[in-house]
């Protein structure tokens, strides 16, 4: 099996000030995270490093990108799973950590639950030895400017949850194995203790050796409702490929809730998709040795893997 990553930096409106940012943001991911596949590491290895590179890029809903609560605060949600033997790890609306990601694998490896929420996952991740880091660090000014716009009494709330950032990654290894994994900082001014999608195995994400991985993006409490990730995987069992899988689910979920989003997928065969209904989603993917990446409907730019690694050597 040749190795496959694809990673999404979340499905919505990507502002033009913020396409560049995210272009590199996510093809710098997918690098990283197939370097892993490419040594002969592990899916579930490759889709934690990507994550991990989205959370720590500013670009992203995630991480030290994360949106504020209602009180100006991050609370972040995360999930992985592997597709080998459907283990998986989830943390939900978690404060001053820099990698949720990494405590959602804790979650998995070290307890015998699937889910650690608020305080509770403070306290594991105090008995992990995961270090706290002070808040202000995971707050951008960029995230400071849309809570305090949020607050206006004319404001449109609305408005600002199209520019979300949710990051996620899907990979298959040169063992079959798959795996995927998600994080985010949720939605903007959100009442505290929210738990979205990203968290809630399914929704969020879904791997499963028999059949493939998706990771999920766009809003939450839609994506819930119809649970999203394994609704795609559902439709590639039925026989139909990645994208028209992706596709069938997305359009399940606004004709049936009026919820837009995106997903990656990549399948037991190692073909992938990346599909959304929002106006933009910035993905990048690499397989045989070839870079894809994008933002727009219909976009799709090409690079071999050694030209790409260049690129982002040079600050792409």
């Not at 597709?83 to 998986?88: E, F, Q, T, V, W």
């Not at 990446?293 to 090409?302: D, F, K, L, S, V």
Request: hydrophobic share 40%; with cysteine; glycine share 12%.
């Amino acid at each position: 099996m040749r190795p496959v990553i694809v990673v999404h930096g979340g499905a919505g409106r990507v502002f033009a000030e913020r396409e560049g940012g995210c272009r590199s943001g996510v093809v710098r991911a997918a690098l990283r995270g197939h370097r892993l596949l490419a040594e002969g590491g592990t899916a579930l290895d490759a889709v934690e490093e990507a994550v991990r590179s989205m959370e720590d890029d500013p670009h992203f809903n995630a991480g030290c990108g994360s949106v504020l609560n209602e009180k100006g605060e991050v609370e972040m949600d995360a999930i992985i799973m592997d597709g080998k033997n459907l283990a998986s790890g989830a943390v939900s609306a978690v404060k001053c950590i820099a990698n949720p990601i990494k405590l959602a694998r804790l979650v998995m490896e070290k307890t015998k639950h699937l889910l650690l929420t608020g305080h509770g996952a403070q306290l594991f991740a105090r008995a992990m030895g995961i270090p706290e880091v002070p808040e202000e660090k995971l707050i951008t000014e960029r995230s400071r400017e849309r809570w305090k716009k949020n607050l206006e009494p004319d404001s449109n709330p609305e408005e600002f949850q199209k520019d979300l950032g949710t990051v996620g990654a899907v990979a298959i290894d040169s063992e079959g194995n798959v795996a995927c994994a998600t994080s985010t900082g949720g939605l903007s001014n959100k009442l505290i203790g929210r738990v979205g999608d990203t968290a809630c195995i399914g929704s969020g994400g879904y791997a499963d050796n028999c059949c493939g991985a998706a990771s999920t993006t766009g809003h939450g409490e839609s994506i819930m409702k119809v649970v999203l990730a394994r609704l795609v995987l559902y439709h590639m069992e039925q026989g139909m490929s990645p994208e028209m899988a992706a596709d069938a689910a997305l359009n399940h979920m606004e004709t049936r809730v009026g919820g837009r989003g995106g997903v990656i997928v990549v399948n037991r065969a190692g073909e992938w998709a990346a599909r959304f209904s929002t106006k933009q989603m910035s993905w990048a993917t690499v397989k045989d040795d070839q870079l894809l990446y994008g933002i727009h409907a219909g976009e799709r730019h090409t690079k071999p893997l050694g030209e790409a690694l260049a690129s982002v050597c040079e600050g792409f």
